[in-house]
Each structure stands twice: as C-alpha cells, then as structure tokens.
C-alpha cells in the first residue's frame, strides 16, 4: 500500500486502486510514500529512449502494474507526430519543450494517451469485471485529450462537460464532434470553476449511488495520479537531452517555467525532483488569475478575488486542485491533518494560510510570476518577431514568466509549451497585429499564410467533422445527465 489521502492517512490504496478510484473516499487525492521517490537512479535515465524512460520512472511510481512496457509502447505508438514525443527547441539561449505533438495538439495528451490504459490495466489485474465509467471536467484541453484516450476502450465510458462559453471555438469543435461509441460531451452554465466544483459534487454522490450496480467512477482530471506519473517523464527527456547536446554536464540545475492552472504540469517536476533530477527552481506562471502567484509569495491562498475569461483559458483557475498534493509533501509530520483543515478552510471561508516550516519548504523549490492580457500579447508577438518562434497563449505567460525570472537565475531555462498556436488562432493572430473578423478555421489558414508554421493533421481535418453532442445543462443537473445516460 503505497499511497494514501491527503486528508487522512488511514486511507490506503495500492497503486493499482489509486488509479481505479482516482479520488480518495475523503475526497481527497492520493499521494505515494516518500519511498517511491528516495530509490530512484535518476541519472540512469539520461541515456535511454523516451519510452525506456517512460517504462522504469512509471514503474517506480506505479509498482504495482505488470506489464508496463506493453502500456507505454501502446499509449505512444503511431500517435504523436514525432518519435521523439517532447521535442526541446532550442529559442535564444533558452529552450522549449514542446508537449503538445499528440492526437489533440495539447500537453495532456502525453498523459491521457496513457490513462486509459493503466485503467484497463488496473481492471484486469484486479480481476474487475466493472464497467469504468469517467466524469471529468475540462477547462478546454483534458476534455478532448481524455475523450481521444478513451474513445472506443473496451470496458469503458466517458461523460465529459466543459464551460459554456469557457473554452475557444476550436476547443469546442474538437469535442462536440469527438467520434467513439462509449463517450458523451455536454457543456454546463457557469465557469470552469462551477464546473469543476459540481462535477466533483456529482462524483461523490454518484459513487454512493452507484455501488452494487457494476460500474465504477473514475476521474480523467490530473487528481488522478495516472495522469501525473506520465508527465514526470518528460522533465527527464528534457534534461537528458540537455546533457546528451552538451548544453550542461550532469548535476548542474535546470529550472523549468511551466504555465499553470490546475498545478499537475508543475507538480510533475516536482515529482522528478523529488526522484533526483537535478531540478533548480520550479517557476509557476500564472495568468490574470494569480491566485498561485500570490500563494507562492505570501503562503496565503485566497479564492476570494475576480475570476477572469483570458486568452489563456486552460490556466483560468481559482482553486488548483494538485496544490493539495504539494501541501501534504510540504508539511510532514502531521500532514494529512494539516491538508484537511487548509482544504476545509477553502471549503469554508475560500482562503486558507500555511504555516511557516510549510511555507519555507515550498519557498525552497519555488517561484512564480504573472502575466496580464497585455502581457501575454506582447509575448506572443515579441517571441514570433525577436526570436522566430510562434507560441499559443499558454506557452506565451510562460515566456513572459522566462524573461522576468532569467534576471535571478544562472541556471538554463526551459519553457514548457503546453499548447499548438492553432489552437488558440484568434487570439495568436491579434497578437501579431491581425484583427480580422474571420472564423477560427479561416485564421487558422490565415496564420499559416503569415508563418509558415504547419497546421497540425487532426485540427485542419475538424472543419468538415460532424458536430455530435449539443446538450448545455444548468450546474445543478449534471448528476441526472449522467445518470439517465448510464440508464
Ligand atoms: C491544462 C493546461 C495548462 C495547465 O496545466 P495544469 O496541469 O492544469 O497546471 C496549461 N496550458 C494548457 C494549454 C493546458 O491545456
């Protein structure tokens, strides 16, 4: 038994049920025991191959699935443009990783081409003969991410609801025409964070409902730890590819920019340092809603502020939810008492504050900057003019974090770059000067003419796809949506 609640450490699971459940029966996430990380040889990995790296670091988080190299081969195999899978860029004298080469052209699909495979993995060894069925809400990206891992997975289902009006128009075709005879896509009134809240409300109440009948609930969202353990691994292909071009020798650190919303990406690295990659500064880049960036700088987290539609729309987020897996490692002994007091404090009264010893142990490994609206345009436009490379709005906070932190670090830098510009087109090319009234997919071509940067396969081909799911619910009935689809 390897992992337990954040909130209660009484609650074990191995790692096999921590997959399953995704969520504790607290509510709180799972986190794995100190001895998972301490054992790890990181500097091992330099030489292997993406997937060998990606087989011996989920191994080492996950110890209890068999048959990992058949998991990783078949989760990456013929379904990201590049066999590198994370290509490093070298931009300046800095680098990207660019994570977003997979089915749907964003970071998650690095994780979420693995998930549903450690679930039927899971399902398997454990003899389940259940049927999975997962809620998940998305601010844009882990919806059409998850729906594309689970599309067609035997012994599976996925209901997925995103925000009205949440999410770009580009996001939103990509789910609404998501093809696959085991998924349902519907959007909710309200913003990510309403969304959020209720479809976690749904899913403890529908777990209680739902015993005896032969299906089981699971999250998609990155609480659940199979979608963190497969983001650890491309810290390591970043640094082991640093190394093998003889930017830096083994050892020296490297600090990584990442922008964040819900804090999986970030905790990733966290992760890797905690198994011995030589890890400087973790930079949290937030956008207009830096709910993170001032936590980080006072150990204060306060919910009770503005929240702002951005550009960026994956990172408009109040309430991080991975955070709470960084307080409990934050705040050892006693942390799952801790956990749940911060967790009901948020619940309670939307703020909670740390504890010095806590707050000096995040201080140690990380910083975090933010960026406006303004910000991040200029971002986007300086990067394109000054440097040649062309970045979505979410990779563009970070490279705005980049320019303000490299004045307090030696250390190199690498950028995480979580999205493909098509993504997010409209908004990419306004950045650039272009303000035309175009629909997406015609600036989308118009950004191509501009660039020259090729439009990824799977979005030049949504323009003509079927739209298949129009259903928009009031927050409140999310839970008889799915019940009636599961009828
Ligand atoms: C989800 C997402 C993020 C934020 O990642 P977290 O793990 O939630 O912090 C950033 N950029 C893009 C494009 C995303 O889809």
């Given at each position: 038994?390897?992992?337990?609640?954040?909130?209660?450490?009484?609650?074990?699971?191995?790692?096999?049920?921590?997959?399953?459940?995704?969520?504790?029966?607290?509510?709180?996430?799972?986190?794995?025991?100190?001895?998972l990380f301490s054992g790890f040889d990181?500097?091992?990995?330099?030489?292997?191959?993406?997937?060998?790296?990606?087989?011996?670091?989920?191994?080492?988080?996950?110890?209890?699935?068999?048959?990992?190299?058949?998991?990783?081969?078949?989760?990456?195999?013929?379904?990201?443009?590049?066999?590198?899978?994370?290509?490093?860029?070298?931009?300046?004298?800095?680098?990207?990783?660019?994570?977003?080469?997979?089915?749907?052209?964003?970071?998650?699909?690095?994780?979420?081409?693995?998930?549903?495979?450690?679930?039927?993995?899971?399902?398997?060894?454990?003899?389940?003969?259940?049927?999975?069925?997962?809620?998940?809400?998305?601010?844009?990206?882990?919806?059409?991410?998850?729906?594309?891992?689970?599309?067609?997975?035997?012994?599976?289902?996925?209901?997925?609801?995103?925000?009205?009006?949440?999410?770009?128009?580009?996001?939103?075709?990509?789910?609404?025409?998501?093809?696959?005879?085991?998924?349902?896509?519907?959007?909710?009134?309200?913003?990510?964070?309403?969304?959020?809240?209720?479809?976690?409300?749904?899913?403890?109440?529908?777990?209680?409902?739902?015993?005896?009948?032969?299906?089981?609930?699971?999250?998609?969202?990155?609480?659940?730890?199979?979608?963190?353990?497969?983001?650890?691994?491309?810290?390591?292909?970043?640094?082991?590819?640093?190394?093998?071009?003889?930017?830096?020798?083994?050892?020296?650190?490297?600090?990584?920019?990442?922008?964040?919303?819900?804090?999986?990406?970030?905790?990733?690295?966290?992760?890797?340092?905690?198994?011995?990659?030589?890890?400087?500064?973790?930079?949290?880049?937030?956008?207009?809603?830096?709910?993170?960036?001032?936590?980080?700088?006072?150990?204060?987290?306060?919910?009770?502020?503005?929240?702002?539609?951005?550009?960026?729309?994956?990172?408009?987020?109040?309430?991080?939810?991975?955070?709470?897996?960084?307080?409990?490692?934050?705040?050892?002994?006693?942390?799952?008492?801790?956990?749940?007091?911060?967790?009901?404090?948020?619940?309670?009264?939307?703020?909670?504050?740390?504890?010095?010893?806590?707050?000096?142990?995040?201080?140690?490994?990380?910083?975090?900057?933010?960026?406006?609206?303004?910000?991040?345009?200029?971002?986007?436009?300086?990067?394109?003019?000054?440097?040649?490379?062309?970045?979505?709005?979410?990779?563009?906070?970070?490279?705005?974090?980049?320019?303000?932190?490299?004045?307090?670090?030696?250390?190199?830098?690498?950028?995480?770059s979580t999205a493909s510009a098509y993504?997010?087109?409209?908004?990419?090319?306004?950045?650039?000067?272009?303000?035309?009234?175009?629909?997406?997919?015609?600036?989308?071509?118009?950004?191509?003419?501009?660039?020259?940067?090729?439009?990824?396969?799977?979005?030049?081909?949504?323009?003509?796809?079927?739209?298949?799911?129009?259903?928009?619910?009031?927050?409140?009935?999310?839970?008889?949506?799915?019940?009636?689809?599961?009828?």
């Open positions: 038994m390897n992992y337990v609640s954040t909130r209660d450490n009484r609650l074990k699971a191995d790692s096999l049920n921590a997959v399953l459940n995704g969520i504790a029966p607290d509510g709180g996430l799972y986190v794995g025991s100190e001895s990181a500097k091992k990995t330099v030489d292997m191959d993406y997937r060998t790296k990606a087989c011996s670091i989920m191994s080492t988080l996950l110890p209890d699935f068999e048959n990992m190299e058949a998991v990783v081969e078949k989760a990456y195999s013929g379904k990201f443009d590049t066999s590198e899978i994370t290509p490093l860029v070298k931009v300046g004298n800095d680098y990207v990783l660019e994570l977003f080469h997979g089915p749907t052209s964003a970071f998650k699909d690095v994780a979420l081409s693995m998930l549903p495979l450690l679930i039927t993995q899971a399902m398997a060894q454990s003899k389940q003969k259940e049927e999975t069925v997962i809620l998940t809400a998305t601010s844009g990206d882990t919806g059409k991410a998850a729906l594309e891992g689970f599309k067609d997975v035997h012994g599976t289902k996925i209901v997925v609801f995103y925000p009205y009006n949440g999410v770009s128009e580009i996001q939103k075709t990509q789910m609404v025409t998501q093809q696959g005879s085991n998924v349902l896509v519907c959007a909710v009134k309200g913003n990510f964070d309403d969304c959020q809240r209720e479809v976690k409300k749904a899913f403890v109440n529908l777990n209680g409902k739902l015993k005896g009948t032969g299906v089981r609930l699971s999250s998609a969202n990155s609480i659940n730890i199979g979608r963190l353990a497969p983001q650890v691994v491309y810290y390591f292909s970043a640094y082991g590819d640093l190394v093998k071009r003889g930017d830096i020798k083994w050892g020296e650190l490297v600090d990584f920019v990442v922008p964040t919303g819900n804090f999986g990406d970030i905790l990733a690295g966290f992760y890797a340092k905690q198994m011995g990659l030589p890890v400087g500064k973790l930079v949290c880049a937030c956008n207009q809603n830096n709910v993170l960036e001032d936590f980080i700088n006072t150990g204060v987290y306060d919910r009770n502020r503005e929240f702002y539609k951005t550009q960026s729309p994956s990172m408009d987020i109040l309430v991080s939810s991975n955070l709470e897996r960084l307080l409990f490692m934050a705040s050892a002994p006693d942390s799952d008492k801790k956990v749940s007091s911060w967790m009901n404090d948020l619940a309670d009264k939307g703020r909670f504050s740390v504890d010095d010893e806590t707050f000096s142990f995040i201080r140690q490994s990380f910083v975090s900057y933010s960026c406006s609206e303004e910000e991040t345009r200029a971002a986007i436009n300086s990067c394109w003019n000054e440097s040649h490379y062309l970045c979505d709005p979410h990779t563009a906070v970070a490279w705005h974090c980049l320019k303000l932190h490299g004045k307090n670090t030696q250390n190199k830098c690498v950028v995480l993504k997010f087109p409209r908004a990419v090319l306004s950045a650039l000067g272009y303000n035309e009234d175009l629909s997406d997919f015609e600036q989308m071509s118009k950004l191509n003419k501009i660039t020259g940067v090729p439009i990824p396969e799977n979005l030049k081909k949504l323009e003509n796809a079927e739209v298949r799911f129009t259903d928009v619910v009031d927050r409140q009935n999310i839970e008889s949506f799915v019940l009636d689809y599961l009828k």
